[in-house]
């Protein structure tokens, strides 16, 4: 039978240290929206990666209580729906006042040179 890793479950102590990390980063606060939301939101790199800013934040800048995924998105290719809590919405809101304008149409999420950020393990965290 083939021995098959699994991932390693983050401690609090260990979400500590991460994000004590990210906080000495350039872009400190995409950096922490980008963890925390697949932290606390479930959702994964994929996932995250083909957000778009109106699928996050209402038309007044703030951040859905609900985030809905369409199947192109998804991971699994179907849509769903992730709940955003109250400690993920404060993480999402501290990051969209980051923002210059508000573009529904945009990523949500780019890269330090402002493209569209890639789901590929290795370019996830330029």
């Not at 919405?89 to 006042?97: F, G, I, M, T």
């Not at 508000?102 to 493209?115: G, K, L, Q, S, W």
């Amino acid at each position: 039978m083939k021995h098959v890793k699994t991932a390693k479950i983050l401690t609090c102590d260990d979400l500590a240290q991460v994000l004590n990390f990210i906080s000495k980063m350039i872009h400190a606060e995409r950096n922490r929206a980008l963890l925390m939301i697949t932290v606390l939101g479930g959702l994964c790199v994929k996932e995250t990666a083909a957000l778009l800013v109106g699928d996050v934040v209402d038309e007044f800048g703030q951040v859905r209580d609900v985030i809905h995924l369409r199947p192109e998105q998804a991971k699994n290719k179907r849509e769903h729906n992730v709940t955003v809590y109250k400690g993920l919405k404060a993480e999402l809101q501290r990051y969209v006042a980051t923002f210059n304008e508000i573009n529904p149409t945009a990523p949500f999420f780019y890269t330090r040179t402002e493209r569209v950020l890639a789901y590929s393990k290795y370019q996830v965290w330029q």
